[in-house]
């Protein structure tokens, strides 16, 4: 079972995977969030609610499920 930390980085990760070529600022501005809390999301700093998760699938035009997607 990974601790919490653990889980914040891996979802940080899958986070930054997924949005490949489309830079923290413009997935921010597609996901109504702040800038700096991609950042903090993608080093593992922030704790989303599911809202924001779903917020970012939308935004990524991807499932939620995929975002989840921890294991690799």
Known sequence: MLSKDGLLKKFG??????????S?????????????????????EA???IYVVYKIA??????VSTL???VG
Do not use: F, T, W
């Open 13 to 22: 990760d899958r986070v930054k995977e997924e949005r490949g070529n489309v």
């Open 24 to 44: 923290q600022e413009e997935l921010a501005v597609r996901a109504g969030v702040h800038r700096n809390y991609i950042g903090r999301l993608e080093r593992g």
């Open 47 to 49: 704790c989303p609610s």
């Open 58 to 63: 939308l935004a990524l035009k991807i499932r």
């Open 68 to 70: 989840m997607e921890l």
